[in-house]
C-alpha cells in the first residue's frame, strides 16, 4: 500500500470573522497545488483514493488533480495521527491512498511512519510526503518514496 500526505497550499490567513474552514487558497496556493498537481498526475497509480479535509482550502488543492475524491471529516483539522491511518486503511490496505490534509497532524503522521513515534515535524505548504509499506522476513516496513515542495514540482 501506498500513502500520499499532501498538505494544502497557501491560504488566506485567518481574519478572525470568516470561519477557519472557509479559508480559501491564495493566488500563490493556486500555482502551488496546481504545480504539485501536475508532479502526481505523471505518478499517481491507476489503484487510487482521494481523502480531503472538509475545509475549502483542501478541497481547492484536491481539485487541482482534476480527479474525484471523497470529503472525509476524519481527515479534518485537528484530526489525530491515528485517524489519519485508520481512514486510509494503513497499513494494511490496498492500492494508494492520498490524504489531503493539514498541519500539525500530518507532519505527526510522517514522524509516527518513520521515527515510530508522533513528534510535530514540518510539512510545508503545498508539500507531499509519499510513503510505501511492505512486509520483509516477516516484518512491516515503512518506506519514504518521496518528498515534494511546491518549489520544486
Known sequence: MDLILWRHAEAEDGDGIRPDHE???????????????????????????????????TRQTAHALRLAYEVEPKVGAGATATAILAAAGWPDGDGAVLIVGHQPTLGRVAALLLAGREDDWAVKKGSVWWFGGRSRNGRRETILRAVLNPDFA
Open 23 to 57: 479559508r480559501r487558497l491564495t493566488q500563490r496556493g493556486e500555482k502551488q497545488a496546481k504545480q504539485v498537481a501536475r508532479w502526481l498526475q505523471n505518478r499517481l497509480p491507476r489503484k487510487l483514493t482521494i481523502l480531503a479535509s472538509p475545509t475549502e482550502r
